[in-house]
């Protein structure tokens, strides 16, 4: 079993920055793909980026289409811990953000595929 608690979202101004912040517990993290998705109200959870090993070089990570260049997934095994740096936000990525654990060695972007996930952190972003 993995727990998984996110913090570090909030009201930000296009353009602006934020970090996200998901603390894991009751397993280690090492050898599982951690992931990011969102859910905006009335629409699918959709993934986000993932990562499969600590602290995420690009080699091992991978991004939507929609957040590649401006989002990035860290991943701090020895603490536990991933990231999201959110930069150049855009109004249009104002939901509530995911934290999700896959306990497999390969990242796939299927919701389903997931296991493990937090209970979200809400980003919103002004225009």
């Known amino acids: 079993q993995v727990q998984l608690v996110e913090s570090g979202g909030g009201l930000v101004q296009a353009g602006g920055s934020l970090r996200l912040s998901c603390a894991a517990s009751?397993?280690?993290?090492?050898?599982?793909?951690v992931a990011w998705f969102r859910q905006a109200p009335g629409k699918e959870r959709e993934f986000v980026g993932a990562?499969?090993?600590?602290?995420?070089?690009?080699?091992?990570?991978t991004y939507a289409s929609s957040v590649k260049g401006r989002f990035t997934i860290s991943r701090d095994d020895t603490k536990n811990m991933v990231y999201l740096q959110l930069s150049a936000l855009k109004p249009e990525d104002t939901a509530v953000y995911f934290c999700?654990?896959?306990?497999?060695?390969?990242?796939?972007?299927?919701?389903?595929?997931?296991?493990?996930w937090g209970q979200g952190t809400q980003v919103t972003v002004a225009s």
């Open positions: 999700a654990v896959r306990v497999a060695s390969v990242p796939v972007r299927a919701v389903d595929e997931y296991r493990f």
């Open positions: 009751g397993n280690s993290l090492s050898g599982y793909i």
């Open positions: 990562c499969s090993r600590s602290p995420c070089p690009t080699a091992y990570t």
